[in-house]
């Protein structure tokens, strides 16, 4: 009860925050269901409040396969349907397909996660009817550490951080995008486990760069026949 109320607490300060410095919102439901020894599927949805915090103007639907070459190595493809909408009207469509690799290792307590990613993604604006596409590559470090226990299991508290660069080979500016992350995150049993946190994103543009601040909320929905069940979060998306 106590560790519930302490992310009540938390969710409510950061929603009063939100009214007075315009915080969005990022909003995430994520599914990953362990089939094989091997081999794991991903899903994901989002919705975001970009300009405003109560009311969606983007969402995802993606997803992908898995494989644990090793269980610190995991390989992996996906793809996905993204839209923007501005004034409440679809204002940009997109497709992604992406390849990335994964490769983790533990110091201690700490969790340290290296995450590569390459993106093609194609973009449809049905307001001007334009068409284009884009490359797109990513690295993040994702730190996790539990506080009450050895390791990320049922009934664990865990503090969760990360940075992210995205670089875009296709358009100018190269360095086009970073994000940080801090927050907190709950396990509550063998499937499912709860996050929330702040994230900053600062997006860079010839015309003018940009900042953006997230109040993180997620629901991780495990599904593992395993022996030994991996938990965590995949991090905002």
């Known amino acids: 009860m106590k560790k519930c109320l302490l992310f009540l607490v938390f969710a409510l ?12 919102s ?5 599914v990953t269901y362990n089939f094989h020894p091997k081999f794991y599927l991903f ?5 975001r409040g970009i300009e405003d915090f109560s009311y969606p103007d983007y969402y995802e639907i993606k997803g992908g396969l898995g494989y644990k070459l090793t269980p610190n190595h995991k390989p992996f493809i996906g793809i996905g349907r993204y839209a923007t909408y501005a ?6 469509e997109e497709f992604r397909v992406w390849l990335q690799d994964v490769v983790d290792f533990k110091a201690g307590r700490v969790k340290f996660e290296n995450r590569v990613r390459a993106e093609k993604s194609w973009f449809y604006e049905p307001q001007t009817d334009e068409v284009s596409d884009r490359i797109r590559l990513r690295y993040r470090l994702n730190l996790t550490v539990p506080l009450n226990s050895a390791k990320v299991e049922k009934g664990t508290i865990f503090a969760n951080a990360y940075e992210e660069v995205f670089f875009v080979t296709t358009q100018e500016p190269l360095f086009a995008r970073n994000r940080v992350y801090g927050g907190f995150g709950y396990q509550i049993d063998d499937h499912f486990g709860i996050a929330s946190g702040y994230l900053w994103q600062r997006e860079f543009a010839l015309s003018g760069n940009k900042n953006v601040h997230f109040l993180y909320l997620a629901l991780n929905i495990t599904i593992d026949g395993s022996d030994e069940k991996e938990y965590g979060f995949p991090g905002a998306d």
């Open 13 to 24: 300060f950061f929603g009063k925050l939100s009214a007075q410095e315009h915080i969005s």
């Open 26 to 30: 990022f909003n995430s439901v994520s």
């Open 43 to 47: 899903a994901e949805g989002q919705l």
């Open 87 to 92: 004034d409440r009207k679809l204002d940009k």
